[in-house]
Nanobody, 124 residues
Framework: QVQLVESGGGLVKAGGALSLSCVASGGTFSRSAMGWFRQAPGKEREFVATIDYSGGRTFYADSVKGRFTIFRDNAKNMVFLQMNSLKPEDTAVYYC?????????????????WGQGTQVTVSS
């Protein structure tokens, strides 16, 4: 069983930056791809970014490419999402997820464990 706890959300003005963190306990973090997803009110959960087990490969949704960066620290069982140039449309609850696969995964059903989410609100 893997437990994931996100932190770092908050309120920021458009153009600002936030850094999200996710710490994992249980399981084999260093063998698992990790991902960030988000869900805005009234919308379905959507993929944001994924990183492979080693941190050597990443993949992003087009909507965040060039603005967000995912990275991980396997020694600390943590994954991060650095969000720059934030826009009001980035407002959502952001979820960290752990996959049973080692390679990149952009589909929610490929993830087995989810955090409780952290709210990010970007004001215009």
């Amino acid at each position: 069983q893997v437990q994931l706890v996100e932190s770092g959300g908050g309120l920021v003005k458009a153009g600002g930056a936030l850094s999200l963190s996710c710490v994992a306990s249980g399981g084999t973090f260093s063998r698992s791809a990790m991902g960030w997803f988000r869900q805005a009110p009234g919308k379905e959960r959507e993929f944001v970014a994924t990183i492979d087990y080693s941190g050597g490969r990443t993949f992003y949704a087009d909507s965040v490419k060039g603005r967000f960066t995912i990275f991980r620290d396997n020694a600390k069982n943590m994954v991060f999402l650095q969000m720059n140039s934030l826009k009001p449309e980035d407002t959502a609850v952001y979820y960290c997820a752990s996959s049973g696969f080692a390679g990149l995964r952009s589909i929610a059903r490929n993830y087995d464990y989810w955090g409780q989410g952290t709210q990010v609100t970007v004001s215009s």
